[in-house]
Antibody, heavy 120, light 110 residues
Framework: QVQLQESGPGLVRPSQTLSLTCTVS??????????WSWIRQHPGKGLEWIGY???????YYNPSLKSRDTISLDTSKNQFSLKLRSVTAADTAVYYC????????????WGQGFLVTVSS | QSALTQPASVSGSPGQSITFSCTGT?????????LSWYQQHPGKAPKLMIY???NRPSGVSNRFSGSKSANTASLTISGLQAEDEADYYC??????????FGGGTKLTVL
């Protein structure tokens, strides 16, 4: 059974960098069969795709984040991470990590979500 | 990239059928068949209900069905049940290798 679990600081100061990690179990992030993605949800709002990474290190990001975000892999720990720089209160959200495959373009496994609050 | 367009809310009575719409562009909904629907209950992660426009994952009730016409996709729930009350999101992979979500529709079961 594939499981994803987000972790990181729940409180980040404005202008600082938000750092989250997604730990994957039941699957290998080194597999060529899957992509690993970050998605967020502002309080009471809809879902917003942030970006994704492939085992090769290739990444794609949502242009609306204006290049503030970076997604990386740590294959030794079977984790992938998100860094979002220069955060503001508008980055307060529940952050999800999720998986989609190279042959089936939908998010089949999601983490439970992790609330990050940006506040001084 | 613009979000897919969904109505903010839909309501129906138990036993009825309701349909959600999701409107996009030629770069997503109309151009590809990688349209999926997710159900989200409060405080929970989204759950996949429909993928590739019309396909239902194992374990999802056959009361849920999907379709598409041009740039608008639809999710239909037949035999509405109280447990169906949730938010529903459509999502599409795009021709730019990115993803886009709809703003979500809140379903109220009266």
């Amino acid at each position: 059974q594939v499981q994803l679990q987000e972790s990181g600081p729940g409180l980040v100061r404005p202008s600082q960098t938000l750092s989250l990690t997604c730990t994957v179990s039941g699957d290998s992030i080194s597999s060529a069969d899957f992509y690993w993605s970050w998605i967020r949800q502002h309080p009471g709002k809809g879902l917003e795709w942030i970006g994704y990474i492939y085992y090769s290190g290739s990444t794609y990001y949502n242009p609306s984040l204006k290049s503030r975000d970076t997604i990386s892999l740590d294959t030794s720990k079977n984790q992938f991470s998100l860094k979002l720089r220069s955060v503001t209160a508008a980055d307060t959200a529940v952050y999800y990590c999720a998986r989609f495959s190279t042959i089936s373009w939908y998010f089949d496994y999601w983490g439970q979500g992790f609330l990050v609050t940006v506040s001084s | 990239q613009s979000a897919l367009t969904q109505p903010a809310s839909v309501s129906g009575s138990p036993g009825q059928s309701i349909t959600f719409s999701c409107t996009g562009t030629g770069s997503d909904v109309a151009g590809l068949n990688y349209l999926s629907w997710y159900q989200q209950h409060p405080g929970k992660a989204p759950k996949l209900m429909i993928y590739d426009v019309t396909n239902r994952p194992s374990g999802v009730s056959n009361r849920f069905s999907g379709s598409k016409s041009a740039n608008t996709a639809s999710l239909t729930i037949s035999g509405l049940q109280a447990e169906d009350e949730a938010d529903y999101y459509c999502s599409s992979y795009t021709t730019s290798s990115t993803w886009v979500f709809g703003g979500g529709t809140k379903l109220t079961v009266l």
